[in-house]
């Protein structure tokens, strides 16, 4: 093992204090920590970005320059202060471009794309303690070219990802034990995707996802999930108008699902920012216009407020790269544009301090375009929080919970139309009981970050609908068929006619038509288990003798369908006059329209004449059949009058049809015939 540790210290530099604007919040800060082209010793071009320590500090790499101009490995205190505590020597490792992780055992681990025992790349290990010690080379079928960062199992072995080599040289899934014993788990073959330049990340189920730089169905790229032992699902393949070319990692975030970046695609093609659930459903968030930033090449990271936060390699004012948000509300703003003296090329992603500012690091830009590393004081808010369910109409009381993704947020509601704030309101710990209607008002607020804004909800708790009579009360001739409904599914109505009001266990349970046959009042209650009951509704009805009403047909408004129509004298018709149908087939019809009929259950009564030509005939009211067929010839009713009752129907008030249908023709009958002398609607 070689002890590559470079005691050289550099001091905090602050040499730029930038200010960027940004719409609708207080203007973000950029302090150049440490500008790279001004130290012989830390390199410069750190195209990796920095991570926190467990003892505090800050991690990175640089690419090129320091000592034998390969790169090196530094601590970063909060205060800024960086001591190099390895040097790539270019032999056996070169500078790498993937982050550095933190194992279980304290020491950083990482990937370098060149050097080692065939050129083609290491995985090494760095202790502040002890050094630089290569653990493993690749050797191109076992893959080359690792540009990632690494990721601790749940098992303790390491996984990565390799841009080339494997079985097809379009990269690897690898699995390395702490000893440095490397295992290819899984060779890329386009289908599955290829040339993958981010690292895995570890979701909850102990699997890792990844993306894969090409490949796929559309050649754009893949999301996929690969288990500890190898076995490897495409999970969403990109298309372009969702992204192309994603580089940089994944992260799980607070709601449980993936989040990343694509380089291109996107709505303007600039590259987008996505989120992918654990089952594979991918949702494009965000497109960059270029504006607000271009190309992003490495992963997102949540900060304390719940927002998403990102650099971008190139856009921006001066086209040299921007750090943006994406706020829960979907809204993606530039926080910070660079201009090439405070930083250019942004390849990594950022890292949050204890402080809750960003660190970051620029591969070029600055002293001798040699890149820099920046922190950025962005006033940061608590996530606004949000009601489960959401506001709404609803008919039975709601368990409500509220919640922020802001880590450590306390939240304050009120009840009672008050504004809540870091102060004011009841502190939420438990989900709410909501029994009737009320208006929520709720503030997260948390140490580090402002509150959030206030945010209100609105609950409507309603029983449910109140029953309706069809007919409604009122004064009918004759017994009335009572529906009685409410609008919401599921209901049970009970009604009473006794003069008692009806309860959930008072009262008859209604199963279908009520017949009120004398006068009465009904009162119906709707109730459903978990909901508020509804109203009493109540209707009275007045019942009156029924009441007989007589239509003569030749005094109608009447229209053949099919063939011809006359009114013949006869002095035996009742009005001396009736109506024939000169019909030539079946399906021939006449329509009668009724005028002004009371709402009523009636009694259909036709008064006909038969003759030798004579068919049958159906009748309908209103477009439905009504009674049986009546034959209008027979050899003892011809030239004869005749009366046919055709059953019970109720009529609302208002106009109806009555349809007289040739349905077909006696056999001893010479033809189709039907008439109509009068119609005769009797009350029941």
């Not at 201009?339 to 809750?356: E, H, I, P, R």
């Not at 002293?367 to 929080?385: E, K, N, R």
């Not at 708790?461 to 599921?490: N, W």
Request: overall charge negative; charged content about 10%; proline content about 4%.
């Amino acid at each position: 093992m070689k002890d590559n540790r470079i005691p050289a210290v550099i001091g905090l530099l602050l040499v730029l204090g930038l200010v960027a604007p940004v719409f609708g919040q207080a203007p973000c800060t950029l302090n150049i920590i440490a500008d790279l082209g001004t130290s012989d010793t830390v390199g410069g071009h750190p195209y990796s970005g920095l991570i926190r320590g467990s003892d505090g500090n800050f991690y990175g790499m640089t690419a090129g320059s320091g000592n034998g101009s390969y790169g090196t490995v530094f601590q970063m205190t909060p205060t800024g202060v960086l001591t190099v505590i390895a040097a790539f020597d270019g032999v056996n490792e070169a500078g790498g471009v993937g982050n550095l992780m933190q194992a279980a055992d304290g020491n950083f681990y990482g990937t370098t794309q060149g050097g080692g025992e065939a050129s083609l790349g290491t995985v090494f290990r760095v202790s502040p303690l002890t050094g630089l010690t290569i653990m493993a080379s690749f050797n191109g079928a076992n893959g080359s070219d690792p540009c990632a960062s690494l990721t601790q199992g749940n098992d303790g072995n390491f996984y990565g990802t390799t841009y080339s080599g494997g079985g097809g040289d379009l990269g690897t899934v690898f699995k390395m034990t702490p000893a440095g014993e490397l295992t290819t788990l899984v060779s890329f073959d386009a289908t599955n995707g290829s040339n993958p330049c981010a690292g895995l990340a570890k979701g909850s189920d102990g699997s890792f996802y990844g993306v894969a730089w090409g490949g796929g169905s559309n050649d754009m790229g893949t999301v996929f999930r690969v288990t500890p032992s190898g076995v490897l699902t495409v999970l969403a393949a990109f298309s372009g108008s969702n992204g192309a070319h994603p580089t940089g990692s994944l992260i799980q975030g607070s709601d449980g699902n993936f989040y990343g970046t694509t380089t291109n695609g996107g709505t303007n093609g600039y590259g987008s920012v996505f989120s992918m659930t654990p089952a594979g459903s991918l949702n494009s968030l965000a497109s960059f216009n270029f504006t607000d930033g271009a190309c992003p090449y490495s992963q997102l990271v949540q900060g304390s407020d719940g927002g998403f936060y990102g650099t971008t390699e190139t856009g921006g004012d001066s086209y040299n790269g921007t750090v943006f948000r994406l706020a829960q509300d979907g809204v993606l703003s530039s926080l910070f544009s660079f201009s090439g003296t405070d930083g250019a090329k942004l390849y990594a992603g950022l890292v949050q301090g204890a402080d809750g500012t960003f660190y970051g690091t620029a591969a070029n830009g600055g002293t001798d375009d040699a890149g820099v590393i920046f922190q950025l004081i962005v006033p940061l808010q608590a996530a606004a929080p949000t009601f489960n369910p959401a506001a709404g109409t609803y008919l039975s009381a709601q368990t409500v919970t509220i919640a922020s993704t802001t880590s450590g947020a306390t939240i304050r509601y009120t009840a009672d139309g008050s504004t809540p704030t870091a102060t004011h309101g009841t502190v939420y710990s438990v989900p709410l009981m909501i029994a009737e209607s009320v208006q929520l008002r709720a503030i997260a607020v948390a140490d580090g970050v402002g509150a959030s804004a206030v945010v209100a909800a609105d609950y409507v708790i309603r029983p449910i609908s109140a029953p309706v009579f069809t007919p409604s009360g009122g004064t009918y001739h004759g017994s009335q068929v009572v529906t009685i409904a409410t609008a919401d599914s599921g209901a049970t109505i009970r009604y009473t006619i006794d003069g008692s009001t009806p309860t959930r266990t008072h009262g008859i349970v209604y199963c279908g038509q009520l017949t009120i046959s004398a006068s009465t009042t009904v009162k119906a209650k709707a109730y459903r288990t978990g909901s508020l009951d509804s109203d009493v509704s109540i209707a009275r009805f007045i019942i009156l003798p029924p009441q007989t009403l007589d239509f003569e047909a030749e005094n109608l408004s009447y229209t053949g369908k099919g063939a011809n129509v006359r009114v013949v004298c006869d002095r035996r018709a009742s009005g001396g006059r009736l109506v024939e149908l000169m019909a030539d087939d079946t399906g021939d019809s006449i329509d009668f329209k009724l005028h002004a009929v009371p709402a009523e259950l009636y009694q259909l009564r036709l008064t006909w004449k038969g003759d030798e030509g004579g068919g049958i005939v159906r009748i309908n009211v209103d477009g439905k059949a009504v009674g049986c067929p009546l034959d209008q010839y027979s050899a003892g009713n011809a030239e004869r009058y005749g009366t046919t009752a055709f059953g019970s129907i109720y009529l609302s008030a208002g106009d109806h049809v009555v349809s007289l249908v040739v349905a077909g023709r006696n056999r001893c009958s010479r033809g189709f015939l039907i008439s109509a002398d009068k119609f005769t609607v009797v009350g029941q």
